[in-house]
């Protein structure tokens, strides 16, 4: 089985910009979750989809949405771009139906100058 | 709410010495645990998880780690360290929110071996 593939890997915006990051989960995950991975804050939960509606979010500003579409892979968007945006989006999925593990994908490496 | 908090953001050990990586945690609820795995430019990878049942969890590549409810711990050990153990190593808690997961993770730890 196919793991987690993210694209793109490497990404340079500059600020003010917007970006758009996709995710394809493992076949017959339901469930997607992004992370963004910085030196200064680590790791941190950005949202989950579940078929295609948001189910947990964290503290993050509106700049930053996502949507999942009916097939599960997912997208996410950043909206006028700052410099301390950039970071690594780890993107997850989980069958989500019980199973409580994340499988992650490699990631997408945004530098925003 | 649940946090997380991983002692010694740096660990040294040589290589054929026991590693241990700690972990304690926070949470109102029953947690599910995990240790994950990062090495440079890739994403995580699950070493062991515990859900239920027995304290003691065996992972991956030979690491375990137990748990301890009274100590709030979790604990990843592995009897002998070997070169390609390292990389960074990351601790998270999880619970049920509203149907789902929320999974938060300790800030990490990376783990040097040296020859």
């Known amino acids: 089985k196919a793991g987690v593939t993210q694209t793109p890997r490497y990404l340079i915006k500059t600020r003010g910009q917007q970006v758009t990051l996709s995710c394809s989960p493992i076949s017959g995950h339901r469930s997607v979750s992004w992370y963004q991975q910085t030196p200064g804050q680590g790791l941190q939960f950005l949202f989950e989809y579940f078929s295609e509606t948001q189910r947990n979010k964290g503290n993050f500003p509106g700049r930053f949405s996502g949507r999942q579409f009916s097939n599960s892979r997912s997208e996410m968007n950043v909206s006028t771009l700052e410099l301390g945006d950039s970071a690594l989006y780890l993107c997850?999925?989980?069958?989500?139906?019980?199973?409580?593990?994340?499988?992650f994908g490699p990631g997408t490496r945004l530098t925003v100058t | 709410a649940q946090s997380v908090t991983q002692l010694g953001s740096h660990v040294s050990v040589s290589e054929g010495a026991l590693v241990l990586l700690r972990c304690n945690y926070s949470s109102s609820v029953p947690p599910y645990l995990f240790w994950y795995v990062q090495y440079p430019n890739q994403g995580l990878q699950l070493l062991l998880k515990y859900t239920t049942g027995a304290t003691l969890v065996k992972g991956i590549n030979g690491f375990e780690a137990e748990f301890k409810k009274s100590e709030t711990s979790f604990h990843l050990t592995k009897p002998s360290a070997h070169m390609s153990d390292a990389a960074e190593y990351f601790c998270?808690?999880?619970?049920?929110?509203?149907?789902?997961?929320?999974?938060?993770f300790g800030a990490g730890t990376r783990l040097f071996v040296k020859a």
């Open positions: 998270a808690v999880s619970a049920s929110n509203t149907g789902g997961f929320k999974t938060i």
């Open positions: 997850a999925s989980n069958p989500g139906q019980g199973v409580v593990e994340q499988y």
